[in-house]
């Protein structure tokens, strides 16, 4: 679903408007840089560099977030590509692999008349297999670098538990650089705000969204169950209340 759809005002408030202002200011401000440097002014080359690639830098934000819009109208310019089904009358199918959960899409994009529902990309990778690894590390930098978001890395079954019995993280967002810049601003690719963005700890985000996939998988387990719609209330405003935590979204 293009961000044009589904969150206009974000576009225009935040992102659109990094874009405009950079736009705005920094054609102006390396063109009078250059016309100073030309005359011979002291000191001004370094400042001009500077502003040259943040010129760039804007450049690539604004390319980066413009990817994710396109016109619709009513469902048509909307793309449905569903990865998983997460239950049907009385039974949950949040455990089910993602290799058959993805074979059932599949017949449900070749029956479906409309175009709306399209396949969804994947590849299976063997983690013990170096050449297995190197084709998903390929797959990776050829969807990104063809505008695409990223990918989820998950193990094949979709519900897994180490060896204390605990769930395990049901999935990491891997995106590309150039989303990256969208989500962390325009220079965000510089050495030093690389090197800031390292020292981050994301180990409270990751015990949320633990906490949240058990939560989830209790509210699923009693929908499909024929609970109480109250009980299946409870697990759905649990998830609620840990996503009111302050947490900073973009870890």
């Known amino acids: 679903m293009p961000w044009s759809l589904k969150s206009a005002g974000l576009l225009r408030a935040q992102y659109a408007a990094v874009g405009a202002a950079s736009g705005a200011v920094l054609p102006g401000a390396v063109d009078a840089l250059r016309r100073a440097a030309e005359r011979g002014v002291e000191g ?92 998903g590390v390929d797959w990776w930098l050829e969807l990104t670098g063809a505008g695409g978001e990223g990918m989820v890395v998950k193990p094949l079954a979709a519900l897994v538990r180490d060896g204390k019995g605990r769930l395990v993280q049901p999935g990491v967002k891997v995106r590309g650089r150039e989303y990256l810049r969208i989500v962390y601003g325009p220079e965000y690719t510089r050495p030093e705000n690389l090197e800031r963005l390292r020292q981050r700890f994301p180990g409270h985000k990751r015990s949320l969204a633990l906490r949240e996939y058990a939560l989830g998988l209790e509210a699923l387990d009693r929908l499909a169950g024929g609970e109480p719609l109250w009980r299946v209330h409870e697990a759905v405003f649990a998830v609620l209340a840990l996503e009111s935590e302050p947490v900073d979204p973009r870890l």
């Open 44 to 135: 001004v080359d370094g400042l001009l560099d500077r502003q040259r690639e943040r010129a760039v830098d804007a450049e690539a934000f604004t390319a980066a977030y413009r990817r994710y819009c396109w016109p619709t109208e009513g469902l048509e310019g909307v793309r449905f590509a569903p990865f998983q089904l997460l239950a049907a009358r009385g039974r949950s199918l949040a455990a089910v692999p993602h290799d058959e959960q993805l074979a059932w899409l599949d017949r449900l994009v070749e029956h479906d008349p409309t175009g709306l529902v399209r396949v969804t990309r994947r590849l299976v990778v063997d983690t013990g297999d170096e050449a297995s690894v190197r084709a």
